[in-house]
């Protein structure tokens, strides 16, 4: 019934199992070599193969964690320094007396490496010559300073420093003093076509911030549009990334699910999916989601979310365009062959569980209110959604943040409506910036929304109890309070079928007596 739920959750055991047991990367491919071998011998003996298999798969997800934690050992001595060439790759961000950025070195001590080495830059700022100025996405330098491996020095338990930098495949971290830098020619680097195209895309999408930037960027209101429509979060101020974690709206800040989702709706709207025609219509919409996902970046959720998107497509393509477990299972298996260690990442967790939580019990939710005026439905919708993605979400957020924002149902009633009408009105504003004239009256719109927004998750994180703070869960808790939530999902799954059977039996009984 749910083929792929099993050999998802296999890939999942896998990983966490060679995490834990460091064997050699030989060692796991010979043994999932050898039990794909089994799984063909057992061709006739159903269980047995399906037992061979779902080992298998274990073995596989091992080898793979191997293979990236072989892949993030650094390609530099550590506390040494050494002389190379790197390439800024993320926007550089003052934070006190430095300047801090991602860099891909390409080369050192004169040899080119096999594959970039990922490293977070820390630019100390001089105040004489601010040679720090010069540093850009994109900006080639030459440098001189030592690296060193990452350590836990975050103060909760629940943030592990080493683990989140390796997340996002960074191996080691450097202090650059100003005389030990600078900048080079870019000409005859032979960087890996992906990561050519994401400093392309951020090229591209910092022109985008420029055309949005039609105010001062200390405006928290060009704050919020820039990070929910590209990604750039850095103008945020701490008071309202508080508001939004205080009121329960912190989500709508991270490009994720929601906002392709919305891309998706639009394109779905505005071309045609009939029967001829329905392979090119998705063909086009998953170039503009692809497309928008590179130019915001490329973060994991993204990729997350545009992946979810394109097997929802595949399935319209092929008639099957529901959204089931198997959707979700096939995009997790995508999602962790391609990199094991979205494991650990947080986000890939809440997305995967707030979608989960939406699959089981969005449906008996929305069932419970029965009524026929379209507004009601709409707006019973939303809270049933939200109490959905709430439910398979609210454990983890416990553990991670320690809190749990009471009041999540207002401020969904707010957020989303409004990332809607942002990410339209964005999308308006530029394809018409060659109109200077309909382009502002939008802007106006649109700062108007983003200004609503602000002042109501404002307003709502004032409330009493807005936030319950000081949650401490153990992991055991974690996974008892979802054994909890997946019991109450089997209870509503045979309720509904029983009742069903029952209607079936009397539907038959009333029949047979006409």
């Known amino acids: 019934m749910l083929p792929l739920l099993p050999i998802a959750l296999a890939l999942i055991v896998g990983i966490l199992v060679g995490d834990a047991i460091r064997l050699p990367l030989l060692t796991w491919t010979a043994i999932t070599g050898s039990l794909l071998a089994t799984a063909f011998l057992f061709k006739r003996k159903a269980n047995l193969q399906h037992i061979s298999i779902i080992l298998t798969?274990?073995?596989?997800?091992?080898?793979?964690?191997t293979h990236t934690h072989s892949l993030l050992r650094p390609a530099l001595p550590i506390n040494k320094p050494v002389p190379y060439h790197a390439i800024i790759t993320s926007k550089p961000i003052i934070h006190g007396r430095v300047t801090?950025?991602?860099?891909?070195?390409?080369?050192?001590?004169?040899?080119?490496?096999?594959?970039?080495?990922?490293?977070?830059?820390?630019f100390l700022r001089d105040t004489l010559?601010?040679?720090?100025?010069?540093?850009?996405?994109?900006?080639?330098?030459e440098a001189f300073s030592n690296m060193e491996l990452p350590a836990n020095w975050h103060t909760t338990q629940r943030f592990n420093y080493v683990r989140w930098i390796h997340v996002h495949g960074f191996t080691a971290r450097t202090f650059i003093l100003p005389q030990s830098w600078q900048t080079c020619s870019n000409k005859g680097i032979a960087l890996p076509r992906l990561l050519n195209l994401?400093?392309?895309?951020?090229a591209l999408r910092d022109h985008f911030l420029d055309m949005l930037n039609i105010t001062q960027v200390n405006d928290q209101r060009y704050a919020v549009i820039a990070a929910m429509t590209l990604g750039d979060r850095s103008y945020l101020s701490q008071q309202t990334r508080e508001q939004f974690n205080l009121s329960g709206g912190a989500h709508v800040l991270a490009l994720s699910g929601l906002h392709l989702s919305i891309i998706y709706a639009i394109l779905t709207l505005l071309l045609p999916l009939g029967h001829r025609t329905k392979w090119?219509?998705?063909?086009?919409?998953?170039?503009?989601?692809?497309?928008?996902?590179?130019?915001?970046?490329?973060?994991a959720s993204v990729i997350r979310a545009?992946?979810?998107?394109?097997i929802l497509s595949v399935g319209i393509v092929l008639s099957r365009g529901k959204t089931s477990l198997n959707t979700l299972s096939l995009a997790a298996i995508i999602m962790l062959i391609a990199d094991p260690m979205s494991l650990w990442d947080v986000g890939f967790q809440l997305s995967f569980m707030a979608v989960l939580g939406i699959l089981l019990f969005y449906p008996f939710?929305?069932?419970?209110?029965?009524?026929?005026?379209?507004?009601?439905?709409?707006?019973?919708?939303?809270?049933?959604?939200?109490?959905?993605?709430?439910?398979?979400?609210?454990?983890?957020?416990?553990?991670?943040?320690?809190?749990?924002?009471?009041?999540?149902?207002?401020?969904?009633?707010v957020v989303v409506p409004a990332a809607t009408l942002i990410v339209y009105g964005t999308a308006l504003l530029l394809l018409t910036s060659p109109l200077p004239v309909l382009g502002k009256t939008i802007a106006t719109a649109l700062f108007g929304i983003a200004g609503f927004m602000n002042r109501a998750l404002s307003l709502i994180a004032s409330l009493p109890y807005a936030s319950i703070e000081g949650i401490n869960l153990?992991?055991?808790?974690?996974?008892?309070?979802?054994?909890?939530?997946?019991?109450?999902?089997?209870?509503?799954?045979?309720?509904?079928?029983?009742?069903s059977v029952k209607k079936l039996d009397s539907f038959n009984q009333t029949t047979h007596t006409a």
């Not at 994401?198 to 951020?202: F, P, T, V």
């Not at 939710?365 to 979400?393: D, N, Y």
Request: aromatic residues 12%; hydrophobic residues 55%.
């Open 57 to 65: 798969t274990m073995c596989l997800g091992a080898a793979l964690i």
């Open 100 to 122: 801090t950025c991602d860099m891909a070195i390409y080369e050192a001590e004169g040899h080119t490496l096999s594959h970039p080495m990922l490293v977070k830059a820390s």
């Open 129 to 141: 010559h601010q040679h720090w100025r010069m540093l850009r996405t994109g900006l080639s330098i």
């Open 198 to 202: 994401k400093l392309k895309a951020s």
């Open 280 to 299: 090119l219509s998705q063909a086009l919409i998953l170039t503009t989601i692809w497309t928008y996902a590179l130019i915001v970046g490329m973060s």
């Open 306 to 310: 545009a992946t979810m998107l394109s």
């Open 365 to 413: 939710l929305f069932r419970l209110v029965p009524t026929q005026r379209k507004a009601l439905r709409v707006l019973w919708g939303m809270v049933a959604v939200s109490l959905a993605a709430q439910t398979g979400t609210a454990p983890l957020m416990m553990y991670y943040f320690g809190r749990f924002a009471s009041y999540f149902l207002l401020t969904n009633m």
């Open 474 to 499: 153990s992991v055991l808790q974690v996974i008892s309070i979802y054994i909890l939530i997946a019991a109450t999902a089997v209870f509503i799954f045979y309720y509904n079928h029983v009742k």
